[in-house]
């Protein structure tokens, strides 16, 4: 059962403008939401996290927005850069258990 | 230095074969998973280990066998290896086990079943 889902395999924006990756959750349980970022040949990052009682946090050019009525999340990067391309994982948690989506690959075109 | 290492980076073997995956964190950390990655780029918990005591075993063949020496190790040990256990495989460290807390992942290991 896939609690986690990401629909978009993929991304392409142009450098300096918003990207925006969503995330589609099924259980309404979760008690946090978390990204990561991974490049090719290397692991998963954690790159920023919400608990499920706030709506948005930021963290410099990374904004994610939880919309728990409608089981949504998205992050938002802006500006986007190239060194933004890479596949995003979202994750969800409750207890001590984390469930992935499937990744939305990012390109970030100069 | 890095955080999270596994070994070996890729592993081609034949059907029927047992190998070994391992896994060392330098970073202190309490808590260690097994991830594995399938064709379909799920990215799904196998076991997870809390100062050496298992608190995840998720339904995995028990042709999987993980290992935790002391906290800072966690080895997967899988026997008579099927094709389907073609995947990338990946470590992870948390400082604890709890829902906010932050995975490091190593690079991977990319398993080849032939």
């Known amino acids: 059962d896939q609690q986690v889902k990401q629909n978009s395999p993929s991304l392409s924006v142009q450098e300096g403008r918003i990207s925006i990756l969503n995330c589609d959750y099924t259980n309404s349980m979760f008690d946090y939401f978390l990204w990561y970022k991974k490049y090719p040949a290397e692991g998963p990052t954690f790159l920023i996290s919400i608990s499920s009682i706030k709506d948005k946090n930021e963290d410099g050019r990374f904004t994610v927005f939880l919309n728990k009525s409608a089981k949504h999340l998205s992050l938002h990067i802006v500006p986007s850069q190239p060194g933004d391309s890479a596949v995003y994982f979202c994750a969800a948690s409750k207890g001590n258990q984390f469930y992935f989506g499937t990744g939305t690959s990012l390109t970030v075109i100069p | 230095d890095t955080a999270v290492s596994q070994t070996p980076k890729y592993l081609v073997t034949q059907m029927g074969n047992d190998k070994s995956i391992k896994c060392e964190q330098n970073?202190?950390?309490?808590?260690m998973y097994w991830y594995k990655q399938d064709s379909k780029k799920f990215l799904k918990i196998m076991f997870s280990y809390n100062n050496k005591e298992l608190i995840i075993n998720e339904t995995v063949p028990n042709r999987f066998s993980p290992k935790s020496p002391d906290k800072a190790h966690l080895n997967l040990h899988i026997n008579s290896l099927e094709l389907g256990d073609s995947a990338v495989y990946f470590c992870a460290s948390s400082q604890n086990a709890g829902p906010n807390e932050k995975l490091f992942f190593g690079s991977g290991t990319q398993l080849s079943v032939l």
């Open positions: 970073l202190g950390h309490d808590t």
